[in-house]
């Protein structure tokens, strides 16, 4: 069976400081790996998508991939109390055309003001 | 742009009814649609997926079922509602391939 696990938290950090989300992943076969944010009582949001190996940059978001560890994680610069939420790692592989996607349980992260 | 519509946002039902949630899906043709479960304090549970009309593959086998009967119309159906039901349930599309899956803004869905 296909698991994606990342430490439940809470994740306690500064604000301004830099938040550090982890996740790892059994199935080598992995093709797509998805970061989203989920407020409480609300939907998942995508923040952040990557398939190849390194980094991805979008704004205070940076994603790294290395599949030889089967290793992805998620960086949050200059942290904001709105960021606030947890974070779900998702990993995915496409065959016969569809997306399955495997979640980790999520990472509760609290940045205190 | 794609948006997605999922109603109701809240439902209580009683233990053995019925139960009907609906998901569409504008802006795109022939999305990939799945059904999630979200227990309190557990990650998200795959329930339904569909590639096509009237395709529908199940991921885990309860008393709940899935219909797709037109493009953008993605229907979560149970004809006896049990307490381990209960949970919030979201309903989000991809296109084809490798992109991302979108979530609707979910149902929690309470059986008393």
């Known amino acids: 069976q296909k698991e994606v696990e990342q430490n439940s938290g809470p994740l306690s950090v500064p604000e301004g400081a830099i938040a550090s989300l982890n996740c790892t992943y059994s199935d080598r076969g992995s093709q797509s790996f998805f970061w989203y944010r989920q407020y409480s009582g609300k939907s998942p949001e995508l923040i952040m998508f990557?398939?190849?190996?390194g980094d991805k940059e979008d704004g205070r978001f940076t994603a790294q991939l290395n599949k030889a560890s089967q290793y992805v994680s998620l960086l949050i610069r200059d942290s904001q109390p709105s960021d606030s939420a947890t974070y779900l790692c998702a990993v995915a592989d496409a065959a016969g055309g569809y997306q399955k996607v495997t979640f980790g349980i999520g990472t509760k992260l609290q940045v205190i003001p | 742009s794609q948006t997605i519509h999922q109603w109701p946002a809240t439902l209580v039902q009683p233990v053995g009814s019925p139960l009907s949630l609906e998901c569409t899906v504008e802006?795109?043709?022939?999305?990939?649609l799945y059904w999630y479960r979200q227990a309190a304090g557990r990650g998200l549970q795959l329930l339904f997926y569909?590639?096509?009309?009237?395709?529908i593959s199940s991921e885990v086998p309860q008393n709940l079922s899935a219909s797709r009967p037109q493009d953008r119309q993605f229907i979560l159906s149970s004809k006896k509602l049990l307490l381990s039901d209960s949970g919030f349930y979201l309903c989000?599309?991809?296109?084809?391939?490798?992109?991302?899956?979108?979530f609707g803004n979910g149902t929690r869905l309470t059986v008393t």
């Open positions: 802006g795109t043709s022939n999305p990939n």
């Open positions: 989000a599309w991809s296109v084809r391939g490798d992109s991302p899956l979108h």
């Open positions: 569909s590639v096509g009309i009237g395709q």
């Open positions: 990557i398939y190849s190996n």
